[in-house]
T-cell receptor, first 111, second 115 residues
Framework: KQEVTQIPAALSVPEGENLVLNCSFTDSAIYNLQWFRQDPGKGLTSLLLIQSSQREQTSGRLNASLDKSSGRSTLYIAASQPGDSATYLCAVRGYGQNFVFGPGTRLSVLP | DAGITQSPRYKITETGRQVTLMCHQTWSHSYMFWYRQDLGHGLRLIYYSAAADITDKGEVPDGYVVSRSKTENFPLTLESATRSQTSVYFC??????????????FGPGTRLTVL
């Protein structure tokens, strides 16, 4: 059974810092991995999707990498801003399986 | 409007009552999902559907019923609501599993309180 963990559970940084969020999964036979952002009281917004054949994806200040063999993905946020404050979740989809979500990392970017 | 919508956004009901949460998507995505999100448990899959008239249980299906007569709609029914079903419910959709990006998109959620 696929299990997904995220470290750290919470993170507080000053504005302007570059930061890395981590996602680990136990079964490397995945179809894709997706990073989401969730603002308090809101739904999930898709940030980046990495297919199993890809190593990384970029969107603006966000860069996500995938290392299937080690069961890890990282989300890199460059030059963080207070508007980046949210909970970040990763979700993994295996072959013939549904999405499995991590518990999320709660990020606070202080002005 | 294009996208995925849920209704109602907020619902208060009493123990024992039947409640139906609605989900509608305009992308013609094959897959649709219902999740619940609770503090300490994260997102848990209740039911999913691979196509119209095809549904299957997720991790926490007890007490819930789904149907999918049309591709765009995936209602979730609580047959006899219990306090433990107080939660935020999210509907999501994605393309067909075989091929495509399989990116999952979420609705805005329904906050359900069972008194």
């Amino acid at each position: 059974k696929q299990e997904v963990t995220q470290i750290p559970a919470a993170l507080s940084v000053p504005e302007g810092e570059n930061l890395v969020l981590n996602c680990s999964f136990t079964d490397s036979a995945i179809y894709n991995l997706q990073w989401f952002r969730q603002d308090p009281g809101k739904g999930l917004t898709s940030l980046l999707l990495i297919q199993s054949s890809q190593r990384e994806q970029t969107s603006g200040r966000l860069n996500a990498s995938l290392d299937k063999s080690s069961g890890r993905s990282t989300l890199y946020i460059a030059a963080s801003q207070p508007g980046d404050s949210a909970t970040y979740l990763c979700a993994v989809r295996g072959y013939g399986q549904n999405f499995v979500f991590g518990p999320g990392t709660r990020l606070s970017v202080l002005p | 409007d294009a996208g995925i919508t849920q209704s109602p956004r907020y619902k208060i009901t009493e123990t024992g009552r039947q409640v139906t949460l609605m989900c509608h998507q305009t992308w013609s995505h094959s897959y649709m999902f219902w999740y619940r999100q609770d503090l300490g448990h994260g997102l848990r899959l209740i039911y999913y559907s691979a196509a119209a008239d095809i549904t299957d249980k997720g991790e926490v299906p007890d007490g819930y019923v789904v149907s999918r007569s049309k591709t765009e709609n995936f209602p979730l029914t609580l047959e006899s609501a219990t306090r433990s079903q107080t939660s935020v419910y999210f509907c999501a959709s994605s393309e067909s599993y075989a091929g495509g990006r399989n990116e999952q998109f979420f609705g805005p959620g329904t906050r359900l309180t069972v008194l």
